[in-house]
């Protein structure tokens, strides 16, 4: 993460890659200019050991693609494509593969935006889409489409796992292998996972059959709450499709979010590695205290038997999201929220300070209070996203704020 991509004797030795805020790029010749463009449009096949030509910032510059590299190789997928949000990386891959009448199934509770755009964008351009809970199996959803006479038009599966508040994990082998089934008959059909939550150090969904992956770079790869960006990774054939919409709809990230990223992920193993011995140090703590009447967290016991296998077969690392219920409903957590010295009370993870907040009225404002209360999604509920401090200062903190 601090070499690959990048010489320094292409910028006069400056040991990191400079910050190249230009829009265009000068052509040595007009033939040079003619073959950039046939290569970019796909025209001309790109020889393996050429970089890209660099044409204009929309398209490329070379802060995305040291980034895009490195995140290709961390991934362990063939390619990558930075974009300036989360967001825009996830609705970008929808409308790359989605046409009017198709079918997109998606695991819920996923992130408050990526549910809005499937529910209320993706819905009015016509496209059918299929929620599913983690204790749903694919042969169920399966069932439903051939009922509804629409498997044949299954063309995204989208996984978020662990979802959030409550850390339940979906089982992305079991996606993987349905998946298979239905390319075994030709069907056109890809496995997506939002992977923001543990990757790219602690799950790998490449490994476990996943065609294309989403990042809010926002949080962990960032960690240093400064910038939205978004990172996908992907096959060479998907990732062609993603990067020729990107470039049309114009939501590649720019030079300087791109600069910062890249600093920001030669630390990233380190920040993790840091965020998630702390969060196990919270989660035991937590586990002891008389006021605190649930852990939500991957691997525990009380998160039921099969989640129990899935974290076994599937994380590496139980991660360094927690959440967890207090006595005394949504007044108590707003105490306890409001009393956190060290711990700042805002939205957002994965960065080297820990935040806190409460999913029922915040994050999942939206959400309908019937599907809160299936999800166990309560008022009672505080999420922590664990950063880099002394575990010891943070217990202190939620020690004190607890009571
Ligand atoms: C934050 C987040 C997003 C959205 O990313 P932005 O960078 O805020 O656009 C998507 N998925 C997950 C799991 C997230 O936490």
């Known amino acids: 993460m601090m070499t690959h991509g990048y010489n320094p004797e292409w910028s006069e030795g400056a040991i990191k890659a400079p910050i190249f805020q230009t829009s265009t790029f000068v052509f ?3 033939e040079e200019g003619k073959r950039f463009f046939a290569m970019a449009y796909g025209k001309l096949e790109k020889p393996l ?8 910032s929309r ?3 070379p802060n995305m693609q040291i980034l895009e590299e490195r995140m290709a190789l961390y991934e362990g997928s063939d390619d990558a494509a930075i974009f300036e949000s989360g967001m825009s990386g996830i609705s970008t891959v929808m409308l790359s593969f989605l046409r009017p009448g198709d079918v997109l199934v998606f695991s819920n509770p996923t992130y ?17 889409v299929y929620p599913f ?4 199996h694919p042969d169920d959803i399966k069932k439903t489409l051939k009922e509804d006479g629409v498997l044949d038009r299954l063309r995204l599966i989208y996984l978020e796992t662990p979802a959030n508040p409550t850390n339940e994990l979906i089982d992305i082998t079991s996606w993987a292998n349905f998946r298979d089934e239905l390319r075994a008959q030709q069907q056109d059909v890809r496995l997506v996972v939002d992977n923001t939550y543990l990757g790219p ?7 476990l059959g996943a065609d294309v992956i989403c990042y809010s770079a926002t949080k962990f790869l960032n960690g240093h709450s400064d910038l939205i960006a978004g990172v996908v990774c992907g096959d060479k054939d998907s990732m062609i499709a993603i990067k020729t919409m990107r470039t049309f709809i114009g939501n590649m990230a720019g030079p300087h979010t791109s600069w910062l990223l890249t600093r920001s992920i030669e630390t990233l193993k380190l920040r993790m590695d840091r965020q998630g011995s702390n969060a196990q140090k919270v989660v035991e703590w937590l586990l002891n205290h008389p006021k605190v009447t649930r852990v939500y967290y991957p691997g525990l016991a009380t998160q039921g038997e099969e989640q129990v296998r899935i974290f ?12 967890f219920d207090v006595e005394g409903g949504e ?3 707003f105490r306890i929220l409001n009393s956190l010295k060290l711990i700042k009370l805002a939205v957002s993870l994965g960065s080297n300070e820990s935040l806190a907040q409460h999913p029922y009225s915040m994050t999942h404002a939206d959400v309908p209070d019937d599907v809160k209360e299936a999800l166990n999604l309560t008022e009672s509920m505080i999420r922590l996203s664990v950063g880099i401090e002394s575990s010891e200062d943070l217990i202190a903190d939620l020690a004190q704020a607890i009571g």
Request: proline share 5%; net charge negative; charged share 20%.
């Open 28 to 30: 040595k010749t007009a």
């Open 49 to 56: 050991d050429e970089p890209m030509g660099l044409i204009y």
């Open 59 to 61: 398209i490329n510059n």
């Open 112 to 128: 408050g935006g990526t549910h809005h755009f499937i529910q209320h964008v993706l819905t009015d351009f016509g496209i059918k």
């Open 133 to 136: 809970h983690s204790t749903v």
């Open 201 to 207: 150090i602690w799950q790998k969904p490449v490994e």
């Open 312 to 323: 076994r077969e599937q994380c590496l690392h139980p991660g360094a999201m927690i959440s």
């Open 331 to 333: 007044s108590e957590a």
